[in-house]
């Protein structure tokens, strides 16, 4: 079974619109992470935000929030007020192991092609 | 956050050589680096995790003796392709993960063309 899962190939958004990309993931361990990272067309993966399977509020960074429910395994990342630098893939992604360890492996989805339009 | 690089950023090459690619952590101690393979328009494909001083954990399907992965220092790790052909150009790239964060660091990547 795939560890995360991206249901959206593509999603299209306007620009000052807000968007949410669509994560889900399976898991058996009680302590996980949670990833977004963005890779525009130069290749780069940018992180962007985090959020581990303890913590009770769901993560924000900038523009950037990540809508976390546990009981439904999903990790869906909101991005608010889109720009025209926003079109990129994103890639959910999840890491298994012990709180706060570092060093397992990520798994990552297949990706969401975003593309914000004026 | 923390610095990856990757050398080259590009290289092209001829069928049957040997191409290396660097990743170094600049401004941290990676204790664990993990190269990926990723092809276009597709996800990141993990090739092997490397952890400083030991052999490299590769994962199924991917060769080792195709894919030599080093990792001397706990800032540096490289990735050896040998005897290149065609079908193994891609984009690499790697990442390194430290205590200190939560999130791995990616470098920039590397896109091999093996004519």
């Known amino acids: 079974a795939q560890k995360i899962t991206q249901t959206q190939p593509g999603m299209f958004v306007q620009e000052k619109e807000a968007v949410t990309l669509d994560c889900t993931y399976d898991t058996s361990d009680q302590s996980y992470g949670l990833f977004w990272y963005k890779q525009p067309s130069s290749g780069e993966m940018i992180f962007l935000i985090y959020?581990?399977?303890?913590?009770?509020q769901n993560a924000t960074e900038g523009r950037y929030s990540l809508n976390f429910q546990k009981a439904r395994k999903s990790a869906n990342l909101v991005i608010s007020a889109s720009q025209l630098g926003d079109s990129a893939m994103y890639f959910c992604?999840?890491?298994?192991?012990?709180?706060?360890?570092?060093?397992?492996?990520?798994?990552f989805g297949r990706g969401t092609q975003l593309t914000v339009w004026p | 956050g923390a610095v990856v690089s990757q050398h080259p950023s590009w290289v092209i090459c001829k069928s049957g050589t040997s191409v290396k690619i660097e990743c170094r952590s600049l401004d941290f101690q990676a204790t664990t680096m993990f190269w990926y393979r990723q092809f276009p328009k597709q996800s990141l494909m993990l090739m092997a995790t490397?952890?400083?001083?030991?052999?490299?954990?590769?994962e199924q399907g991917v060769e080792k003796d195709k894919f030599l992965i080093n990792h001397a220092s706990l800032t540096l790790s490289t990735l050896t392709v040998t005897s290149a052909h065609p079908e193994d150009s891609s984009f690499y790239i790697c990442?390194?993960?430290?205590?200190?964060?939560?999130?791995?660091?990616f470098g920039p990547g590397t896109r091999l063309t093996v004519l």
């Open positions: 959020q581990g399977s303890y913590d009770e």
């Open positions: 490397s952890n400083e001083g030991s052999k490299a954990t590769y």
């Open positions: 992604a999840m890491r298994e192991g012990r709180r706060g360890s570092t060093l397992g492996r990520l798994y």
């Open positions: 990442s390194a993960g430290t205590s200190y964060y939560n999130e791995q660091f």
